[in-house]
C-alpha cells in the first residue's frame, strides 16, 4: 500500500490469502442495466453484480484461519459455555470492565443500554452518536446531542484528532443541563468522517469531566483498535506504548462500553455491552434475556463467541493496524494527487469522496452524492454509499432541505482487498472524476416515509 511516511519498503498486506470468493466480472452495459432494474439505488444491486463492494466496513471482514479453527471449539450449550469465559476473558483483557454481556450486535447493546439510562426529558451527549445510537436514545424519548470540536466535521480541516469530543460545550451542557444528563458518551473512532479518532487526552478530559458531574462515562467503541493506533502515531508520548496497553488505558477511565464486534473484532455478526455497576449490569442482564438470550451466548451462537475471542487478538496486532490504516492514506494520496476532493485526513475505516467539490453543476437537492456513487458502480462496479442529501434531506415547511454535506463513503472492508483491488477503485475514482462535467443529477420518484436511502427510487435528469 505505497511506503507511508519514513517507512523504507511498501506496507504489504500482513497475510496470506487460503480461500477465497471469485469476483464476478460485468460489462459497463451490463451494469447501466442493473441500475435501471435498481432504479438507481445501489443498495438495491445484487452484491454478486457488484466486483467491489465498499458499501460498509461492518460485518464483512474476512475471518483468519484461527477464526476459522476456533469456530468449530464453539460449544452451544445455553447455558455457562466455556466459549462464552473464553469471550469474557477476551474482552476483559482489552477493556477491564466487570461485567461483559454478549449481543447480537451493537445495536442491541444500545437498546439495553437506552432501556436503563434513556427515557423522556433526559440529554445524553457525545462526540457524535452513531445512527443507530440516536435512534436507540430517540426512541426511549430522551434527546440525543453531539458535541464534536469545531473543524471535525469541516472536510478542509487537516488535524490529527478530528473525533474529539468539545470540551468547553460538554462542560458547559453538564452545568446547565446536568440533573436531565444520565450518562456521557463518545464514539471511537468518530463513524461520522470515516473514522476520525479521538486522543486520549481527550477521551481521559471527557471522562474526568463527566465523572466530576457523578454522570457515568460510557464509550461506543466499535473501532477502538483503530482509535488506539492513531494514538500510538499521532499522539505525544504515545509511541512506544503497546496497542494493548493504549486500549487498557482508554476503557479504563469509563463505566462501560457498547460495541458492535462486526468491525474491530473481525466478527462478522456480534456485539457487547460491558458495564462496571452491578445493579446496571442486573437490569442489563434481566432486559437481555428478555430480547436476546440468555447471559453467557445473549443472541450469539457458541462460535460466534469464539470467533470474537479470537479476532480481538487480532485486531490489535501492529502490522495489521500499520496496513489497515494505511491503506486508506494510499487511496486518499493518489486521489489528492490526482485532484479528487476527497475528506482530509484519510479515517481509520473509509475514505470519503466530496460530492458537493467535485460536482459543483448538480445542485444539492439534485444529489450530486448519488450521482458520483452511481457512476462508480457504472464505471468500474464500485459499490459506495452516499451520505448527503439523500440520506440526510430533511423536510421542513413543505420543501426539502439539502445537507449540510454530500458525500460518497467507500467503507473498507477488513483484510478483504489486496492492493491491486485498491488501485482499480482509484483508477475508477479519476476516469469519473475525469469526465464530471458530463455527469448529471437525479430525482426522487418514490420513497418511503422514513430512511429514504435503503429503498428510494431515482431517475437521472435530463
Ligand atoms: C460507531 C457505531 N456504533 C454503533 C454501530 C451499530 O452497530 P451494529 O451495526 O452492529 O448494530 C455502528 C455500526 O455501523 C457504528 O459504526
Same mark, same amino acid.
Given at each position: 500500500?505505497?511506503?507511508?511516511?519514513?517507512?523504507?519498503?511498501?506496507?504489504?498486506?500482513?497475510?496470506?490469502?487460503?480461500?477465497?470468493?471469485?469476483?464476478?466480472?460485468?460489462?459497463?452495459?451490463?451494469?447501466?442495466?442493473?441500475?435501471?432494474?435498481?432504479?438507481?439505488?445501489?443498495?438495491?444491486?445484487?452484491?454478486?453484480?457488484?466486483?467491489?463492494?465498499?458499501?460498509?466496513?461492518?460485518?464483512?471482514?474476512?475471518?483468519?484461519?484461527?477464526?476459522?479453527?476456533?469456530?468449530?471449539?464453539?460449544?452451544?450449550?445455553?447455558?455457562?459455555?466455556?466459549?462464552?469465559?473464553?469471550?469474557?476473558?477476551?474482552?476483559?483483557?482489552?477493556?477491564?470492565?466487570?461485567?461483559?454481556?454478549?449481543?447480537?450486535?451493537?445495536?442491541?447493546?444500545?437498546?439495553?443500554?437506552?432501556?436503563?439510562?434513556?427515557?423522556?426529558?433526559?440529554?445524553?451527549?457525545?462526540?457524535?452518536?452513531?445512527?443507530?445510537?440516536?435512534?436507540?436514545?430517540?426512541?426511549?424519548?430522551?434527546?440525543?446531542?453531539?458535541?464534536?470540536?469545531?473543524?471535525?466535521?469541516?472536510?478542509?480541516?487537516?488535524?490529527?484528532?478530528?473525533?474529539?469530543?468539545?470540551?468547553?460545550?460538554?462542560?458547559?451542557?453538564?452545568?446547565?443541563?446536568?440533573?436531565?444528563?444520565?450518562?456521557?458518551?463518545?464514539?471511537?473512532?468518530?463513524?461520522?468522517?470515516?473514522?476520525?479518532?479521538?486522543?486520549?487526552?481527550?477521551?481521559?478530559?471527557?471522562?474526568?469531566?463527566?465523572?466530576?458531574?457523578?454522570?457515568?462515562?460510557?464509550?461506543?467503541?466499535?473501532?477502538?483498535?483503530?482509535?488506539?493506533?492513531?494514538?500510538?502515531?499521532?499522539? @505525544? &508520548? +504515545? $509511541?512506544?506504548?503497546?496497542?494493548?496497553?493504549?486500549?487498557?488505558?482508554?476503557? !479504563? =477511565?469509563?463505566? %462501560?462500553?457498547? #460495541?458492535?464486534?462486526?468491525?474491530?473484532?473481525?466478527?462478522?455478526?456480534?456485539?457487547?455491552?460491558?458495564?462496571?455497576?452491578?445493579?446496571?449490569?442486573?437490569?442489563?442482564?434481566?432486559?437481555?434475556?428478555?430480547?436476546?438470550?440468555?447471559?453467557?451466548?445473549?443472541?450469539?451462537?457458541?462460535?460466534?463467541?469464539?470467533?470474537?475471542?479470537?479476532?480481538?487478538?487480532?485486531?490489535?496486532?501492529?502490522?495489521?493496524?500499520?496496513?489497515?490504516?494505511?491503506?486508506?492514506?494510499?487511496?486518499?494520496?493518489?486521489?489528492?494527487?490526482?485532484?479528487?476532493?476527497?475528506?482530509?485526513?484519510?479515517?481509520?475505516?473509509?475514505?470519503?469522496?466530496?460530492?458537493?467539490?467535485?460536482?459543483?453543476?448538480?445542485?444539492?437537492?439534485?444529489? @450530486? &452524492? +448519488? $450521482?458520483?456513487?452511481?457512476?462508480?458502480?457504472?464505471?468500474?462496479?464500485?459499490? !459506495? =454509499?452516499?451520505? %448527503?442529501?439523500? #440520506?440526510?434531506?430533511?423536510?421542513?415547511?413543505?420543501?426539502?432541505?439539502?445537507?449540510?454535506?454530500?458525500?460518497?463513503?467507500?467503507?473498507?472492508?477488513?483484510?478483504?482487498?489486496?492492493?491491486?483491488?485498491?488501485?482499480?477503485?482509484?483508477?475508477?475514482?479519476?476516469?469519473?472524476?475525469?469526465?464530471?462535467?458530463?455527469?448529471?443529477?437525479?430525482?426522487?420518484?418514490?420513497?418511503?416515509?422514513?430512511?429514504?436511502?435503503?429503498?428510494?427510487?431515482?431517475?437521472?435528469?435530463?
Amino acid at each position: 500500500m505505497g511506503r507511508g511516511v519514513g517507512s523504507m519498503k511498501t506496507i504489504i498486506e500482513p497475510f496470506r490469502i487460503k480461500s477465497v470468493e471469485p469476483i464476478r466480472m460485468t460489462t459497463v452495459a451490463e451494469r447501466r442495466e442493473v441500475l435501471t432494474k435498481c432504479h438507481y439505488n445501489l443498495f438495491a444491486i445484487p452484491s454478486r453484480d457488484v466486483l467491489i463492494d465498499l458499501l460498509t466496513d461492518s460485518g464483512v471482514a474476512a475471518m483468519s484461519a484461527a477464526q476459522w479453527a476456533a469456530i468449530m471449539r464453539g460449544d452451544e450449550s445455553y447455558a455457562g459455555s466455556p466459549s462464552f469465559e473464553r469471550f469474557e476473558a477476551a474482552v476483559k483483557a482489552l477493556m477491564p470492565f466487570k461485567h461483559v454481556i454478549p449481543t447480537h450486535q451493537g445495536r442491541a447493546a444500545e437498546a439495553i443500554l437506552f432501556s436503563l439510562l434513556g427515557g423522556a426529558g433526559r440529554v445524553i451527549p457525545s462526540n457524535t452518536h452513531f445512527d443507530t445510537t440516536r435512534g436507540n436514545i430517540e426512541a426511549s424519548g430522551a434527546e440525543a446531542v453531539d458535541l464534536l470540536v469545531p473543524g471535525g466535521a469541516d472536510p478542509n480541516c487537516i488535524a490529527p484528532f478530528k473525533g474529539n469530543m468539545d470540551l468547553a460545550r460538554l462542560a458547559d451542557l453538564l452545568r446547565r443541563e446536568g440533573p436531565r444528563v444520565p450518562c456521557v458518551m463518545m464514539t471511537i473512532t468518530n463513524n461520522a468522517g470515516g473514522g476520525q479518532p479521538a486522543s486520549l487526552a481527550n477521551i481521559k478530559a471527557v471522562a474526568e469531566l463527566a465523572h466530576a458531574h457523578g454522570k457515568p462515562f460510557i464509550i461506543d467503541g466499535c473501532r477502538f483498535a483503530e482509535n488506539a493506533w492513531f494514538v500510538k502515531v499521532r499522539e @505525544p &508520548g +504515545q $509511541a512506544a506504548r503497546s496497542i494493548p496497553d493504549i486500549v487498557r488505558d482508554i476503557f !479504563s =477511565c469509563a463505566d %462501560g462500553m457498547t #460495541m458492535s464486534a462486526k468491525k474491530d473484532a473481525f466478527g462478522n455478526i456480534g456485539g457487547w455491552l460491558a458495564l462496571n455497576d452491578d445493579e446496571m449490569a442486573a437490569g442489563a442482564r434481566a432486559r437481555l434475556i428478555l430480547t436476546e438470550g440468555f447471559p453467557t451466548y445473549g443472541g450469539l451462537a457458541g462460535r460466534d463467541l469464539e470467533a470474537l475471542a479470537q479476532g480481538l487478538t487480532e485486531i490489535v496486532d501492529e502490522d495489521y493496524l500499520r496496513y489497515r490504516i494505511r491503506a486508506n492514506e494510499y487511496v486518499v494520496e493518489r486521489l489528492v494527487a490526482s485532484g479528487v476532493p476527497v475528506v482530509l485526513p484519510a479515517g481509520g475505516h473509509a475514505v470519503f469522496l466530496d460530492a458537493k467539490q467535485a460536482l459543483p453543476h448538480i445542485s444539492p437537492l439534485q444529489y @450530486p &452524492g +448519488q $450521482a458520483l456513487a452511481v457512476a462508480l458502480y457504472e464505471e468500474g462496479g464500485v459499490r !459506495s =454509499c452516499e451520505i %448527503g442529501s439523500v #440520506m440526510f434531506g430533511k423536510w421542513k415547511d413543505g420543501g426539502e432541505v439539502a445537507a449540510a454535506q454530500e458525500l460518497v463513503r467507500l467503507a473498507m472492508p477488513r483484510r478483504v482487498y489486496t492492493q491491486s483491488h485498491a488501485d482499480y477503485v482509484i483508477e475508477t475514482i479519476v476516469s469519473v472524476y475525469e469526465r464530471r462535467e458530463k455527469l448529471r443529477g437525479y430525482k426522487i420518484v418514490w420513497q418511503p416515509s422514513a430512511l429514504r436511502h435503503f429503498t428510494a427510487r431515482f431517475e437521472q435528469l435530463p
